[in-house]
């Protein structure tokens, strides 16, 4: 998916879950993509799940930019850009340490 595709379910979909539960299922999905894209491509290496995750990361960045630009963000304060790394790092340690640190 797009980051805009992501912004549009976050947008849209789950409007009865609160902005931050929907912040987290966004990133869910984006690491769940990581593995569709690691099949498609047969990507079997560490490097090339790497190589992936930096991609999503860069997705991540778009996809906060528009969430950043949309209430209550505008106003209340924004998601920092580094929010998906985050959110990695806290709920993957191990995965975290091998994408980030190698």
Do not use: C
């Not at 980051?3 to 990133?27: G, H, M, P, T």
Request: charged share 25%; net charge neutral.
């Amino acid at each position: 998916m797009k980051a805009k595709d992501y912004f549009s379910q976050f947008l849209n979909e789950n409007q009865a879950e609160i902005v931050e539960w929907r912040l987290v299922n966004a990133f869910r999905q984006m690491v769940l993509e990581v593995e569709q894209i690691a099949k498609m491509r047969s990507a079997k290496t560490d490097s090339a799940l790497i190589a992936i995750f930096k991609e999503i990361e860069i997705k991540s960045h778009s996809f906060i930019r528009m969430i950043n630009e949309t209430e209550p963000f505008k106003s209340e304060g924004t998601v920092k850009y580094d929010a998906f790394k985050l959110f990695v790092e806290q709920t993957s340690p191990g995965l975290f340490a091998v994408v980030w640190r190698s």
